[in-house]
């Protein structure tokens, strides 16, 4: 696979913004960092596809294909990935990836695996655009789960509402909107129809900026929104299901693309799992509001379960919070905690201090209990 862009400078670092990189997120930044590389003679591309060991990376010279081996590490997470920018051997066959540059952010999940690994699913993104269909109930507990791991990434969540105009109720679709904005704070909630091109404008001015990346369950439809905005039938797009409203899993590689309004996206495979891979951080930024209410509960170490003085609990019997997100906040804690804890011994000893701790308290109610019995 080769293609031809305009020539170009032969030094990365001279114009970054003039280089036939740009278009792909090149700039003085990157440039700098790839100095050294540069005086060793060696390429300067982005990785725009991985494939069993090859990579596909774009170069002032056009498309080119590249062997992985010398940066395949025991750690997946140190894994060539797309949307890393690398140092690429000028010639041969095959051509070899040398290295690939420090990443400014990078979206991981835990693997299925019984070894709960991480897996780095696409590197140096701005915008993390969570795809929700609604040919389906929405589920917002997995957009939280999303929103949890984009926050964790550094990069900017975007939440997507595809296929809305199978919402034609503008008053049914605001309370969708409103549901979803409820548990995403903070974060764009864009309603938007591929099919007939609404909200595709504000959502391409928002992806305009730097690296995007589309993510959601198969069927959610990425690959039509990800031609809407590319102007183009570039990903292949299967028919939706008459049963259900949902379409089928096609992409079955991560893929980026340049945008032709300016900025990059990298489109992905449907995710069935999304498991959290130390999202501590993601978690508290999703559920902010009782983060926030958690800091007025009377004690400092509040399970928000049964103790006096909770704010959090307070909000739940107010209706202030919905119990339903309060739930969702201590399922997505106990998951991350359970991630941290295989890879953390200091936290595994946490873990344990903590079971025993309340297998002391259970046991002291129960015994309290019998002696009032008897």
Known sequence: MTSSLPSSPSSPSSSAAFSPLAPYGWDQAWADEFAPYDAEGLAAGRVIRVDRGQCDVITADGVVRADTAFVTPHDPLRVVCTGDWVAVEPAGNPRYVRTYLPRRTAFVRSTSSKRSEGQILAANVDHAVVALSLAAE????????????????????????????????????????????????????????????????????????????????????????????????????????????????????????????????????????????????????????????????????????AEPGCAVLAAVDSGALPERRLDSYRKLLRENQRIVAKTDARVRAEIRREGKRKGAEGRAAMEAKRGRWM
Request: with cysteine; aromatic share 4%; glycine share 14%.
């Open 138 to 305: 929405l589920d917002l507990g997995r957009v939280e789960r999303f929103l949890a791991l984009a926050w964790e990434s550094g990069a900017q969540p975007v939440v997507v509402l595809t296929k809305a105009d199978l919402v034609p109720d503008a008053v049914t679709l605001a309370h969708l909107v409103q549901d979803v904005e409820t548990s995403a704070p903070g974060v764009p909630v864009l309603p938007v129809s591929a099919a007939f091109g609404d909200g595709l404008d504000v959502l391409a001015a928002v992806v305009s900026g730097g690296t995007s990346v589309l993510l959601g369950q198969s069927g959610a439809g990425k690959s039509t929104l990800a031609n809407a905005l590319l102007g183009a039938d570039v990903m292949e797009v299967q028919a939706t299901r008459d049963v259900d409203g949902k379409g089928r899993h096609t992409t079955t590689t991560r893929n980026l693309l340049a945008l032709p309004g300016g900025g990059v996206l990298i489109d992905t495979p449907g995710l069935r799992g999304v498991g959290l891979w130390d999202a501590g951080t993601g978690v508290g930024q999703v559920f902010s509001e009782i983060e926030e209410l958690a800091a007025q509960c009377r004690f400092h170490d509040c399970a928000h379960a």
